[in-house]
């Protein structure tokens, strides 16, 4: 009896918000979708290339706010896996039943995210306000590292 190496459609797959996910993020997830053989979308409102794989492909939308975010949340469902930045698109993958999680490999949870979505609609009234908040800390190799270890155990969950 042959195998297939192409992913199966309705297993649980990976979902990316691909705008703002960085390079060392979209590498570990090209190489787990070939050793897993797990579904890995990349989702941007530009053209992101990706290898040639069956189980790595990109989706393009059309630009404008959220379209990225709303195109993801259409599409993911429960055991999915959505790699994200953005806290509000996390909120909604997880009223679907889907896992989130950063790309410093921080995961969203259902006890979690009412705070995260507080903290960051703080931070966006100070800089509203004119108040200087500063930026995200520079990414590091811990991060990757973190991230690789929580897209390991959703593989293994999976």
Same mark, same amino acid.
């Given at each position: 009896? =042959?195998?297939?190496? =192409?992913? +199966?459609? %309705?297993?649980?797959? &990976? $979902? &990316?918000?691909?705008?703002?996910?960085?390079? *060392?993020?979209?590498?570990? #997830?090209?190489?787990?979708?070939?050793?897993?053989?797990?579904?890995?979308?990349? &989702?941007?409102?530009? $053209?992101?290339?990706?290898?040639?794989?069956?189980?790595?492909?990109?989706?393009?939308?059309? @630009? @404008?706010?959220?379209?990225?975010?709303?195109? +993801?949340?259409?599409?993911?469902? *429960?055991?999915? #896996? &959505?790699?994200?930045?953005?806290?509000?698109?996390?909120?909604?993958? #997880?009223?679907?039943? =889907?896992?989130?999680?950063? *790309?410093?490999?921080?995961?969203?949870?259902?006890?979690?995210? =009412?705070?995260?979505?507080?903290?960051? %609609?703080?931070?966006?009234?100070?800089?509203?306000?004119?108040?200087?908040?500063? @930026?995200?800390?520079?990414?590091?190799?811990?991060?990757?590292?973190?991230?690789?270890?929580? #897209?390991?155990? $959703?593989?293994?969950?999976?």
């Amino acid at each position: 009896m =042959a195998t297939t190496t =192409a992913p +199966i459609e %309705n297993a649980p797959q &990976v $979902w &990316v918000d691909a705008d703002a996910c960085p390079a *060392p993020i979209k590498e570990i #997830l090209f190489r787990a979708a070939e050793r897993a053989k797990v579904r890995v979308t990349l &989702v941007a409102n530009q $053209w992101i290339r990706v290898p040639a794989s069956p189980h790595i492909r990109s989706i393009q939308v059309a @630009g @404008g706010f959220d379209v990225a975010d709303g195109a +993801i949340v259409e599409r993911a469902g *429960p055991g999915d #896996l &959505v790699v994200t930045q953005d806290i509000p698109l996390a909120a909604r993958v #997880l009223e679907k039943g =889907a896992d989130a999680v950063n *790309p410093r490999g921080e995961r969203y949870t259902p006890d979690t995210i =009412a705070e995260r979505l507080s903290m960051r %609609n703080f931070m966006e009234e100070l800089r509203g306000a004119g108040i200087q908040t500063g @930026g995200p800390a520079a990414f590091h190799a811990r991060d990757r590292q973190a991230f690789a270890r929580e #897209l390991d155990r $959703w593989i293994a969950k999976r």
